[in-house]
């Protein structure tokens, strides 16, 4: 099984299954417009573009959409919405990233309220080896933690996300997944690593504002984990829907659940 986030690869599997995806829209339509007319025009999916969150929501509730974006819609409006429609007590997102040199890889959490209880992250680390069997590759994760083992004892704080990742790493160990705890060693994590986990929600967006806002990185787009069907989160600062809109037909793919017939 591969190791390497390819986004060609994403687009393949999104021109596979050519899914029926809905977008939100409010506001930018030039964007909206521009990105769904690239992919129809590349074959990624079938679009439907949604200006209301609730119909939207409902598109996707009904079947009448195998999957949603976000687009420009608000976030947390959108994200709320779903929370009722589907009766969610919370979220768990991954996001997928891009560096300045084309490294790709899922940061999780990304959320400021996610992941907050070993449960929730112990749950984040097994939707997100779902995710990755979803696109055909074998999820490499490094935890990261706010020091280096040789700091313990210097922050309370600190040293209790410390010993958290360590007691996460022996638990998911004897499931066969591969996984690491780097400390606070973000850049060899990510060298080495396709699946990312921050210590805190926090954590993981300011990870993603300073790649995006000042490290030239791409966001790309957030599918929401613990959810049975797909819905990907997208971000103020991107420029293209387009590639969101194929990991959504992307993950349907290889998805296990039963999906309406969109031939």
Not at 202 to 220: M, P, S, Y
Request: with cysteine.
């Amino acid at each position: 099984m591969e190791e390497v986030i390819s986004i060609d690869k994403i687009k393949i599997l999104a021109k596979e299954k050519k899914a029926k995806i809905g977008i939100g829209m409010d506001g930018n339509r030039k964007l909206i417009e521009k990105s769904t007319s690239s992919v129809k025009k590349k074959g990624y999916a079938d679009i439907e573009i949604f200006e209301d969150v609730k119909e939207l929501v409902s598109a996707l509730k009904e079947n009448d959409v195998d999957g949603i974006v976000k687009g420009s819609l608000d976030a947390n409006t959108t994200l709320k919405e779903l929370k009722i429609a589907f009766h969610l007590d919370y979220s768990l997102r991954a996001m997928l990233l891009q560096t300045s040199k084309g490294k790709s890889f899922f940061l999780a959490p990304v959320g400021i309220d996610e992941a907050r209880t070993i449960k929730q992250r112990i749950e984040l680390l097994r939707y997100g080896c779902e995710l990755f069997n979803k696109l055909g590759i074998r999820p490499k994760i490094g935890l990261i933690s706010g020091c280096r083992k040789e700091d313990i004892g210097r922050d309370e704080r600190i040293d209790k996300i410390f010993h958290i990742n360590e007691r996460i790493t022996k638990l998911t160990r004897t499931k066969r997944i591969w996984i690491r705890h780097y400390g606070i060693e973000l850049e060899k994590a990510i060298d080495e690593c396709n699946f990312i986990v921050a210590p805190s929600g926090i954590t993981g967006n300011l990870i993603f504002r300073t790649l995006c806002f000042l490290g030239e990185g791409k966001a790309i787009g957030a599918p929401l984990l613990n959810f049975e069907k797909v819905y990907i989160d997208t971000f103020s600062i991107q420029k293209d829907y387009a590639i969101s809109i194929a990991l959504a037909s992307a993950l349907l793919t290889y998805s296990p659940l039963k999906r309406r017939d969109s031939s």
